[in-house]
């Protein structure tokens, strides 16, 4: 970013130029229209809400995310979305009320405080889908599905699958009987996967055992072996934490068994994300990069205090990152058409329009440059008739 740039826009607050744009719209309507095919409807929550509304059972990491602002009509406090996830389940549990599972799609911006890594963006272009009504690894394996249907047609095909559960965390922090804010300390240690920090959590505080050692083990559980060691760290640490464990490795044979050519790594420890995630983790990393391409996971509580709750699945991908699998787009070309309302050229122009032809009409008096209007033919009224010629020699 050069000077002039940093003086007019905030950091982290980018203009998309036509080039760009016209990829990242072409990926838009694609997947989409991918979502569509799958049975997912498309939402469009609004840009901005009441903060309550908005950030209710959303958790405090989004609160910090989130843009406020005072409403001058009511008074109140608004925020603008740093998250389009806990808007749609209020679409599903406030307004839409269904019996049966509801699926759901979105595509549009969302604005956020801070930075995640250096030179990122504060204004993500959200796409994802949302499933809800259906508690069990099934709803989870169509959404991790979709997930990877949505990186194969954004080009990315050398992405690795990360799957966690952080029903394993939450039922050790209730068998050793944190506290609410001893459980933020550790969730801020966990988040950050600092071993020394750790140790000193456990050894300043006396936590029952062998709860304690799993929680101090469970960061470090990652990779081939997570499922066997996990098996016997858990096994007299907490029967609930190693029920979520096979449901976890059931998920995993699912995904194995219909995504035999998809790299998994497990990691057990993963906390990522909002606090408002309560069940299986995913996430599709590029290889060598640390932001991930597409996130999700299960979330059951957030609809409770809309008066229903539902239990959740979904993912979202920033639609900026996505396109950026892909090779330099072919931009279509175009027909440059002469200035004039003469009917017969008028209808000419027309008619190619009609059968799907990109045409620029010139405008006179201007400099009409075929490359920067990217027009390789021109239309030419030669012979009594109107014709194409090329430009591109
Ligand atoms: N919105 C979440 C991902 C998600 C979608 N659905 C469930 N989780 C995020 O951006 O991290």
């Known amino acids: ?108 911006t969302a604005l956020r405080t801070r930075i995640g890594l250096p030179g990122a963006s504060r204004i993500p272009y959200q796409i994802g889908v949302e499933l809800f009504g259906h508690d069990g690894i099934e709803s989870d394996a169509e959404v991790i599905s979709l997930m990877l249907a949505t990186l194969a047609e954004a080009g990315a095909d050398d992405v690795t699958l990360e799957l966690g559960h952080v029903g394993i965390y939450r039922a050790l922090v209730r068998a050793a009987g944190l506290t609410d804010a001893d459980e933020a300390v550790l969730r801020g240690i966990y988040l950050r996967k600092a071993r020394t920090e750790l140790d000193a959590f456990f050894s300043e505080r006396a936590l029952p055992e062998p709860a304690a050692r799993a929680l ?75 932001e991930p391409l597409a996130k999700g996971g299960r979330y059951d509580h957030i609809g409770e205090v809309f008066g229903r709750a539902r239990p959740a699945t979904g993912f979202s991908a920033d639609l900026k990152l996505l396109v950026a699998c892909q090779g330099t787009a072919v931009q279509p070309g175009g027909i440059l058409a002469p200035a004039g309302s003469d009917a017969a050229l008028l209808a000419e122009i027309a008619r190619l329009r009609a059968a799907g032809e990109r045409v620029v009409q010139a405008l006179p008096g201007a400099d009409n440059l075929p490359a920067e ?21």
Not at 256 to 267: F, M, S, W
Not at 384 to 390: D, F, V, Y
Request: hydrophobic residues 45%; charged residues 25%.
């Open 1 to 108: 970013m050069n000077r002039e740039e940093q003086w007019l826009l905030p950091e982290g607050v980018e203009e998309i130029l036509p080039e760009r744009a016209a990829v990242i719209e072409g990926l838009r309507r694609r997947l989409l229209d991918l979502y569509t095919r799958w049975g997912y409807e498309l939402v469009f929550p609004p840009l901005i809400e009441f903060l309550e509304s908005l950030l209710n059972g959303a958790g405090r990491d989004l609160e910090i995310e989130t843009f406020k602002l005072t409403d001058q009509l009511s008074g109140r406090m608004m925020g603008v979305r740093a998250d389009i996830t806990p808007q749609v389940a209020r679409i599903d549990a406030h307004s839409l009320r269904r019996k049966g599972p509801s699926r759901l799609c979105y595509c549009s």
């Open 216 to 290: 101090a083990a469970l960061p470090w559980l990652a990779g081939e072996d997570a499922l066997a060691q996990g098996r016997v760290l858990l096994a007299t640490a907490s029967a609930e934490a190693l029920a979520v464990l096979e449901q976890l490795a059931e998920l995993v044979a699912r995904v194995r068994a219909t995504h035999p050519q998809v790299a998994i790594h497990l990691d057990l420890g993963e906390l990522r994300g909002y606090h408002y995630h309560t069940g299986s983790l995913f996430a599709a990393y590029r290889n060598g990069v640390s």
């Open 373 to 393: 209007l990217r027009c390789d033919r021109e239309l030419v009224f030669v012979e009594q008739r109107w014709q194409l010629h090329s430009l591109s020699s």
